[in-house]
Every structure is written in C-alpha cells, then in structure tokens.
C-alpha cells in the first residue's frame, strides 16, 4: 500500500455506485484519488435493493452495460397498478427500459474499472469517522483502518459517497449543509429475492417490473413485483418511516402471501434498508466537500431508485473536483459548479417528483383507483411526451389525465395547482444561483413552493373528512 502520509488529490467515502463512479472519473482525469470503504473488497456492491436501473446511465457515461452473470434480466417496461390492480398503466419507452442486476457482481465490476481507471490508493476494511478541517475548510478525513489504528488523512477535496447515514454530514460544521433527513421524506422498505420452480409458479410479465400503490397494503409507499429471471423474484415493499409496526410483518402478509403460491421458495436473500425519498440536499457542497449519491439525498422522490442519480452524482462531482484541482482552489464558490449540475441536470426533476410524491402519499385507495382505472392515458401519448425529455410534465400529464373525469372536482383543481407547482420549482430550480451569494433568496422561493403544497395537502385531506 502506498504511504497514507501526503495529501490526496481527492478522498472518496465510500466504494458503492455514487463513490466507485466518483473515483473512476477522478482518477480518468489524472487526479491523486485515494478511495475508501468501510466494508471489505469482496464485499463492496451488496446492497438490499430492487436491483433496477435503466438504460441511460449507460449511454451519458459511456459506462458498459450490465452483461454476463451481472445481469439478472433485461427490462422493456414499467406497470403501475392502482390497488384494485383492476387495470394497468403500461409504460413501454426508451426511458423505461433497463436491466435488473446482480447487484454485488455490478458492484464490483464498478470498482474494478475505477481502480483500473488510476485510483492510487484503495482501502477496504476502512471506516471514516469525522472530518479534519484546517482554517475552516475540509482538509481531510480522520479513518479508522483495518487494523484499529486511527489515521487523519488529507486531501485537496472529499467527495462524500457514504450512503444516507453518512457520518460525515452528521458532522459537517456548516450554515448550508442539512445534518438530518425529516421521517416524512425516506420510507422504509423490506425485500426478499425468492426462487422456485418453474413449473410450480410462473413470474409474472417477466420483461418488466410492476409497480403496485396501495396505501392499506403499503402506506405511503409501494410494493414492487421485479422479475429476476423466470423463476425468481425481487418482491418487496415500502411504507411511511413511522408506519408504527414491523414492515416485515406487513410485506408476509400483504406481499409474500398474495404473490408467491409456490409450494418450493428459497429465499435467496432479505433484509430492510432505508430510502431517501426527497429533493437533493439543499446544497451539495461547502468548503473542501462535495455530497454524492444517498449521502446527498440524490434520489427518485417517486419510487426511490437512486442508481442512477449517484453514478451522475459521482461523475459530476469528479468533473468539478477536477477543474478546482487545476485552479488550486477548493472553496465552496469554486465547487459550487457541482451544486449547478446537479441541480439544473436532476434536482430539478427531482423537486417537482418530490411534491407529486408528497401529493400521492395523501390520496386514498378510492382516489388512486378510480383514477387509475380511467381509460385516459395511452402508451403512444406517454412515448409522445416521454419524447420531448420532459420528465416533470410528462409526469404531471399522467398523473392529470388518468384523474380527468374524477367526481371530485376539488381534487381536479388540486391536481391542477400541484402542476403549476411543480412547473414552478422545476423552473426555480434550472435557475439555481451561479454563486452562493443569491441562494438565501432561491432557497425562499423553494420554500414557498413547498409551502403552498403543505397547505393544499392540509385542505384535502380536511375536504375528505
Ligand atoms: C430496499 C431498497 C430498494 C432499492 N431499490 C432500488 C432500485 O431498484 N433501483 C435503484 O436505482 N435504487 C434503488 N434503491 C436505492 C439505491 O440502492 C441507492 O440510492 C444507491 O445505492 C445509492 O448509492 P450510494 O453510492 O450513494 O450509496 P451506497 O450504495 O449506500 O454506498 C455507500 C457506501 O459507503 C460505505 N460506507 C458507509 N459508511 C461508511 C463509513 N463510515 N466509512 C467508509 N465507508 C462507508 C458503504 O459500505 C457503502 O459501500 C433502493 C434502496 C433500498 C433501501
């Protein structure tokens, strides 16, 4: 191993999906890239997971698909399911199609092409405890390595890929970086990946994963039927944070029981984990660190697939690092560049999912089926819009058409507000601040934005009663 003692270009935290593309577009920029991760090498990449990700990643990084042994099964679609499960909406477009992955094998093919991409130091077994800061800025990470010695380790900057617990932003001292996530924006999930005998039980649509809401079954959140190939199944479900109860509980009898009839199952794996579902942190950056992936809350707020967001996450915190390597400078104005791209490329899509979201937890069974059930949304109008790559009307149109027709005209004209809203923060945010200076006042105009949906939230729920 190389020496410890000299100060790292950049440290990643953290070898997943958001650290491993991090440090492999660091270091394919010729920077001094020491990447670390608590977990042993073997075991980087396994992770309690739907085991999704789409096509696009790919393609923007120039990143080889899942092939091999690493690929469970490609997907051609999406199926969301009102809980009635009387009829479907079928999503069958570019930006639906995907894979499902094995996801420790996808971990470590992404770890082995970053190391192969010029990461100079690797260290597995290795727990970054806190932050070291010199003058106010970050300068470093005080880790704990494998032998229990514990080591300050410096860098120019730290790009932090720790997952949603991240240690690090619970430690960060700083006016703009949010320590805690609220129980109201993560749910908590509970999966198994089940198999059996074919002839015993058929998987259902095995080319595409099917989206099941439900807010008896899971509340405030959704159960997920993935094929993983003919006979097996990732199945799972998530619910509210304080739903109260054991969520394993509820998926064996909501979940296990209704799906699976075989009279075989192995269950191949299970266990819970936490998503973040909520726009990305406020601000992603400060003094000498950049905040990727969950450690960022850079994920989908409507169903909580965050793949995808971090290995963008990572590529443009690398991209930034980069340019503030070559300028010697690692303030947060001159980071503040990874701020912009994430914001305009994904936290805007991501705000306006996020208030969708917040409105879809509020709904009842009765509104999700009669809206969902209604003939109104056909494949070819959701290909047409999915074309224009405008996520967050596209989305809106959905969610408007399939509850055009409702006997609740108030609810029409909530659906209505809730798009002007999300047109509104989604224009907020393409126009995130160039510089810190004017973000109190762009932060104020999120807020207000939010606020006005808390509030239409409140009068709905107050009209039903
Ligand atoms: C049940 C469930 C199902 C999901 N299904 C999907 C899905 O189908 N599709 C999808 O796209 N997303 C899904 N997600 C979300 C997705 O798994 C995450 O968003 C994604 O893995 C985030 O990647 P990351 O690199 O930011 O963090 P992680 O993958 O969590 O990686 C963090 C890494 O940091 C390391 N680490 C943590 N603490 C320390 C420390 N102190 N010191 C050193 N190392 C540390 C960890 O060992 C880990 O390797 C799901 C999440 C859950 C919980």
Same mark, same amino acid.
């Given at each position: 191993m190389e020496s410890l003692d000299k100060v790292f270009d950049v440290i990643v935290v953290g070898a997943g999906t958001g650290g491993a593309t991090a440090a492999?577009?660091?270091?394919?920029?010729?920077?001094?890239?020491?990447?670390?991760?608590?977990?042993?090498?073997?075991?980087?990449? #396994?992770?309690?997971?739907?085991?999704?990700?789409?096509?696009?990643?790919?393609?923007?990084?120039?990143?080889?698909p899942p092939r091999g042994e690493e690929l469970s099964c490609p997907i051609i679609g999406a199926k969301l399911y009102p809980p009635n499960r009387e009829k479907c909406i079928e999503m069958k477009d570019p930006k639906q199609t995907g894979y499902i992955i094995d996801r420790i094998k996808f971990g470590q093919r992404l770890l082995k092409e970053a190391l192969e991409a010029g990461v100079n130091t690797f260290l597995d077994n290795t727990m970054a405890l806190d932050l070291v800061y010199t003058n106010k800025i970050v300068s470093g990470v005080k880790i704990k390595l494998e032998n229990g010695e514990k080591v300050d380790l410096k860098s120019k900057i730290v790009i932090d890929a720790s997952g949603l617990y991240s240690?690090?932003?619970?430690?960060?001292?700083?006016?703009?970086?949010?320590?805690?996530?609220?129980?109201?924006?993560?749910?908590?999930?509970?999966?198994?990946?089940?198999?059996?005998?074919?002839?015993?039980?058929?998987?259902?649509?095995?080319?595409?994963?099917?989206?099941?809401?439900?807010?008896?079954?899971?509340?405030?959140?959704?159960i997920w039927y993935f094929p993983k190939d003919d006979h097996s199944l990732n199945i799972g479900l998530g619910v509210y944070m304080n739903y109260g109860g054991k969520v394993k509980d509820l998926y064996k009898k909501h979940v296990y029981n209704e799906f699976i009839n075989a009279s075989e199952v192995k269950i191949l794996s299970s266990g819970g984990g936490v998503a973040p579902v909520r726009r990305p942190l406020w601000?992603?950056?400060?003094?000498?660190?950049?905040?990727?992936?969950?450690a960022a809350f850079q994920v989908n707020p409507l169903h909580g697939g965050g793949i995808d967001p971090s290995m963008r996450g990572g590529y443009y915190a690398a991209l930034t690092a980069a340019s503030a390597i070559e300028s010697g400078d690692y303030s947060m104005e001159k980071l503040w560049d990874y701020n912009c791209k994430v914001m305009i490329n994904f936290g805007?899509?991501?705000?306006?999912l996020?208030?969708?979201?917040?409105?879809?937890? #509020?709904?009842?069974? #009765?509104?999700?089926?009669?809206?969902?059930?209604?003939?109104?949304?056909?494949?070819?109008?959701?290909l047409q819009i999915a074309e224009t790559g405008d996520l967050?009307?596209?989305?809106?149109?959905?969610?408007?058409?399939?509850?055009?027709?409702?006997?609740?005209?108030?609810?029409?004209?909530?659906?209505?507000?809730?798009?002007?809203?999300?047109?509104?923060?989604?224009?907020?945010?393409?126009h995130f601040p160039k510089t810190s200076k004017t973000f109190p006042q762009w932060k104020e105009r999120v807020r207000e934005q939010y606020k006005k949906i808390e509030k239409m939230i409140i009068d709905l729920k107050s009209n039903r009663k």
């Open positions: 492999r577009f660091a270091a394919q920029n010729g920077l001094d890239v020491c990447l670390l991760d608590r977990k042993p090498r073997n075991e980087i990449g #396994s992770k309690i997971c739907g085991d999704a990700v789409g096509k696009e990643i790919f393609t923007l990084l120039n990143i080889k240690p690090l932003r619970k430690k960060i001292e700083s006016d703009i970086i949010e320590k805690e996530i609220s129980d109201t924006d993560a749910i908590l999930c509970y999966r198994e990946i089940v198999t059996f005998p074919k002839q015993d039980q058929e998987v259902q649509d095995p080319q595409y994963i099917s989206i099941i809401l439900d807010q008896e079954k899971a509340p405030g959140g959704y601000s992603c950056v400060d003094n000498g660190i950049m905040f990727v992936g969950d805007a899509e991501f705000a306006a996020d208030l969708l979201r917040r409105v879809l937890q #509020s709904l009842s069974n #009765s509104d999700l089926n009669f809206g969902l059930q209604k003939d109104l949304l056909t494949a070819s109008e959701i967050t009307l596209s989305l809106w149109d959905m969610a408007f058409k399939a509850f055009k027709g409702i006997m609740r005209p108030d609810l029409l004209l909530d659906l209505n507000y809730l798009r002007l809203r999300m047109n509104e923060i989604a224009k907020i945010y393409k």
